[in-house]
T-cell receptor, first 113, second 113 residues
Framework: AQSVAQPEDQVNVAEGNPLTVKCTYS??????LFWYVQYPNRGLQFLLK??????LVKGSYGFEAEFNKSQTSFHLKKPSALVSDSALYFC???????????FGKGTKLSVKP | GAGVSQSPSNKVTEKGKDVELRCDPI?????LYWYRQSLGQGLEFLIY????????KSGLPSDRFSAERTGGSVSTLTIQRTQQEDSAVYLC???????????FGSGTRLTVV
């Protein structure tokens, strides 16, 4: 069965420093991977996806993610964190054949000034 | 509309009552998904509609839960004989096709007292 794991419940970063939010996956076949962000009291917003092609995927708000097949990882990164990046981040993998996504439990990112 | 609309935004109901949650997806989006977000539990897939195909109901937690989608557009999630453990935020999402990013609604916060 397809699954994703987000090993960190919370990540703390100082503003201006690079950030990484980790995600590992388990799939049979080619992985279709996604990142979403949820700001407080808001719905989830799509950040980026990997379907095929370049291992480094660029998305919204300056975020990028690196697909690593050998390590089965899809970590979310940003070179310089902003306080406004503080939110809940979800990694997801396509589950069933019809395309529903399976989400990780989420990682709370806290960026301090 | 411009986004996915869910109503009501908040619902408080007594244990044992039935509730209906509504989702109005983005016009033209053929895929519609329902998820449940409980505190500390991440997003739990409930049900998925794709065009005129039979829905994927594999995520529904019990036979008290059902959903329908009329005319390929609006969807209603019904929970019968609500229990306290049904308290959660119910999220609806739509997408134009498989492997495309979802657009989520703001959710319905259900509280069963």
């Amino acid at each position: 069965a397809q699954s994703v794991a987000q090993p960190e419940d919370q990540v703390n970063v100082a503003e201006g420093n690079p950030l990484t939010v980790k995600c590992t996956y388990s799939v049979s076949g080619n992985p279709y991977l996604f990142w979403y962000v949820q700001y407080p009291n808001r719905g989830l917003q799509f950040l980026l996806k990997y379907i095929t092609g370049d291992n480094l995927v660029k998305g919204s708000y300056g975020f990028e993610a690196e697909f690593n097949k050998s390590q089965t990882s899809f970590h979310l990164k940003k070179p310089s964190a902003l306080v406004s990046d503080s939110a809940l981040y979800f990694c997801a993998v396509r589950g069933g054949s019809q395309g529903n996504l399976i989400f990780g439990k989420g990682t709370k990112l806290s960026v301090k000034p | 509309g411009a986004g996915v609309s869910q109503s009501p935004s908040n619902k408080v109901t007594e244990k044992g009552k039935d509730v209906e949650l509504r989702c109005d997806p983005i016009s033209g989006h053929t895929a519609l998904y329902w998820y449940r977000q409980s505190l500390g539990q991440g997003l739990e897939f409930l049900i998925y509609f794709q065009g005129n195909s039979a829905p994927d109901k594999s995520g529904l937690p019990s036979d008290r839960f059902s959903a329908e989608r009329t005319g390929g557009s609006v969807s209603t999630l019904t929970i019968q004989r609500t229990q306290q453990e049904d308290s959660a935020v119910y999220l609806c999402a739509s997408s134009p096709r498989v492997n495309y990013g979802y657009t989520f609604g703001s959710g319905t916060r259900l509280t069963v007292v």
